[in-house]
Every structure is written in C-alpha cells, then in structure tokens.
C-alpha cells in the first residue's frame, strides 16, 4: 500500500469517526444534557468540516501530480 493510498484511508477513516462522534454527542446531550456534550459535538462538526476540507484539497494536489 503505497503512502497516498494509506494518506487517503486515513482522511476517509478520521471523517467518518468525528461524524459518529459528534452524532454520539449530540444523542447524549439530548438524553442527558450537560454542556460538555454539545461542546463536543460542535467540535466534531468543525473538525469533520476541516477534514472534508482538506480530503478535497489532497486530492486536488494528488491529481495535479500525476497529471
């Protein structure tokens, strides 16, 4: 498995968990309350944002260096 590979599964995997986690923070927030729970859940969004974000930019450059 080459590095861009492993770099692209990552990215996928790392997306995939802050977007279950925040949906876990929110569910408990909305179960249980407590201001912790919805801090986190807001971080998760930002943080799913920021990797979407930057999925879309390796790929970007991956394809301009092969072009």
Not at 17 to 44: D, M, P, R, T
Request: aromatic fraction near 24%; charged fraction near 10%.
């Amino acid at each position: 498995m080459s590095l861009k590979s492993f770099h692209i599964i990552f990215i996928c995997i790392s997306t995939l968990f802050s977007i279950f986690f925040g949906y876990w923070c929110y569910n408990e927030w909305s179960q249980i309350g407590g201001i912790q729970y919805i801090v986190y859940a807001i971080l998760s969004v930002m943080f799913t944002v920021g990797m979407l974000s930057y999925g879309k930019w390796f790929f970007k450059e991956i394809t301009e260096l092969n072009a």
